[in-house]
């Protein structure tokens, strides 16, 4: 484990109600848990592994008071010196307070307390990071606030029990083979070398376009999901992936054109903005690129899926040694259920955005016994 390892949250610090981040000696962000995000929203999208002088620069405008406690030589700008103090050994690990407000996008304003927590590094002697919390005192609109704070945790809780038993299930279903050969052929041609998985998962999308030579970038917000990836890339192909672990409603931190193909599948449903996040994809996507994308229809219907998933399992005679499994899939796939979602974008929708957008070559395929489909087509190349 390196030094920027231990500074990761911890699943109870990541689950916490208080808002949360860790930063390293070199004074980079190295995690936040959901509270923070989802007070935060949008402005921490792009904030992991940036200087924390960066992204509290974003929050400039948002912020009344000392975003930062302090750590009194943190906000005198003294890192360097003090970071040798420790270093030496002159100074030990110490907590500082503050007080501050934000103004959230979606919640208005929130009275905060700040404390700072700097760390030593154990095996060295010398500075580690700091962990940086906001209690969260008072919120201009505070039953929508700790409402939307139960929901997310409860909703990477249901994606993290999900992911324990994902690739033992789905890989082994012909609806799932089939859709995800799909998206693989679609970016299997000579002029797509770079690919963006929005929505990555567990990453096996992503494990098939490494074998094909595509250098990938995959994203999820599940840490759970993307845990599971990372353990499943063959070492081999560990220089040409890069994980991301954040929401794509906002990418700022790449430029437009900056990829060859994107691939999305069955990850906008789930999202709070589908549509600014397909906007996204599209802004990501350099003219003459693929897209393809699979997503509910209007009509989709779980309990068919369900059922058919089930009665191949017992066809095949994996069923009872799955069945824990299996349960864990049929209980994720009730409470993320799309039809249940208020804010939707089927695939007739996105066909449309497509469509609206120039796209050329546009192709449309069911999948998922036709609860499905896969769009897929080619961004216009435009002067």
Not at 64 to 82: F, H, I, K, M, R
Not at 340 to 358: P, S, T, V, W
């Amino acid at each position: 484990m390196t030094n920027k390892d231990s500074l990761l949250l911890a699943r109870s610090s990541y689950y916490a109600p208080v808002p949360t981040l860790a930063m390293d000696a070199e004074r980079s962000t190295i995690d936040f848990n959901i509270a923070l995000r989802v007070l935060m929203d949008p402005d921490i999208d792009g904030a992991r592994f940036q200087t924390v002088d960066r992204f509290m620069a974003k929050l400039r405008d948002r912020m009344e008071g000392n975003t930062l406690p302090p750590l009194t030589w943190y906000s005198q700008g003294q890192a360097a010196d003090v970071l040798g103090d420790y270093q030496s050994g002159a100074k030990e690990s110490r907590i500082d307070n503050g007080r501050c407000r934000y103004r959230s996008e979606r919640f208005g304003w929130t009275d905060l307390r700040c404390s700072a927590v700097a760390f030593l590094d154990p095996a060295a002697g010398g500075a580690l990071g700091t962990t940086f919390y906001w209690e969260v005192l008072e919120v201009e609109r505070d039953k929508e606030y700790w409402e939307t704070l139960d929901w997310e945790r409860h909703r990477q809780l249901i994606w993290e029990s999900y992911a324990i038993s994902y690739d033992r299930v789905l890989p082994i279903l012909p609806f799932y083979q089939d859709v995800i050969r799909r998206h693989v052929e679609a970016m299997n041609t000579s002029n797509i070398e770079t690919v963006f998985d929005l929505g990555a998962g567990t990453g096996n999308v992503t494990v098939d376009l490494l074998r094909t030579g595509r250098l990938v970038t995959a994203l999820d917000l599940s840490r759970a999901m993307l845990q599971k990836l990372r353990h499943k890339i063959p070492e081999a192909y560990t220089d040409n992936l890069t994980v991301v672990e954040q929401n794509a409603e906002e990418l700022t931190q790449w430029d437009d054109k900056s990829f060859d193909g994107v691939s999305i599948l069955l990850a906008l449903y789930d999202m709070a903005c589908p549509g600014r996040a397909l906007s996204e994809a599209i802004r990501l996507l350099r003219p003459g690129g693929t897209i393809v994308i699979t997503e509910p229809k209007r009509r989709f219907r779980l309990e068919p899926l369900l059922d058919e998933a089930e009665r191949f399992l017992r066809h095949k005679g994996d069923y009872d040694k799955l069945k824990a499994d299996w349960d864990r899939v049929n209980v994720a796939n009730k409470e993320l259920d799309p039809a249940m979602r208020e804010e939707r974008l089927h695939a007739e929708e996105i066909e449309q955005c497509l469509r609206d957008a120039g796209f050329e070559n546009l192709r449309v395929k069911d999948s998922h016994l036709g609860n499905c489909a896969t769009v897929w087509g080619t961004k216009p190349c435009r002067n």
